[in-house]
């Protein structure tokens, strides 16, 4: 063969895999491959409101990062239903205004609050078990931030203390007092 012939096809199919893996590494194909094979979802059972203060309202996106899809957004302060969680994300879904459908957003611009009327309080757990350590009481009535999410438990942080909070002790609307 003519090795001018042979130099040319061997360019050409080098070009030809460059060009290839750099659509697929910017297409993000590769990263959702990597991204299903390493994140761990949860399942969730539990409600939360919307902290954002963007006056756009909370964006809700397809996939489990900034580059997903926008479907649409959630004003500040209202109410949503958690179903899954993955990292600092939560997939939602039955906002109470807004947005209809399901997506996920960042579990850092949804709260909830701690009930707690009758006893004054509500115990933070190590795990999401009642029987496992209390690490700590929040006060009732108080926000509390939103790390995650596992079965109908809530993981939270409140001044400086992250463990877990039980179903019955969690008001996931934003103006009231769940009472």
């Not at 006056?55 to 990062?65: A, E, T, W």
């Not at 039955?94 to 579990?107: D, E, L, R």
């Not at 909830?112 to 115990?123: A, D, F, I, K, M």
Request: aromatic share 6%; net charge positive.
């Amino acid at each position: 063969m003519n090795p001018n012939i042979n130099h040319s096809l061997t360019k050409l199919v080098l070009t030809l895999g460059f060009t290839s893996i750099s659509i697929f590494v910017n297409t993000g194909i590769s990263e959702q491959i990597v991204f299903a094979k390493s994140i761990n979802v949860k399942k969730c059972n539990i409600s939360a409101y919307v902290t954002d203060t963007d006056p756009q309202g909370l964006n809700v996106r397809s996939g489990i990062s900034l580059r997903h899809k926008i479907l649409g957004q959630i004003p500040s302060n209202e109410t949503v239903q958690i179903i899954a969680s993955a990292k600092n994300w939560v997939q939602i879904t039955n906002a109470s205004a807004g947005f209809s459908g399901k997506g996920w957003v960042s579990v850092g611009k949804l709260g909830l609050s701690t009930r707690g009327y009758v006893n004054n309080g509500v115990n933070i757990y190590a795990s999401a078990n009642q029987k496992s350590r209390k690490i700590g009481k929040v006060p009732a009535e108080v926000s509390v931030k939103l790390l995650g999410c596992q079965g109908d438990w809530a993981q939270v942080e409140y001044q400086s203390i992250k463990g877990w909070l039980a179903k019955e002790d969690q008001c996931g609307a934003a103006l009231t007092t769940c009472s």
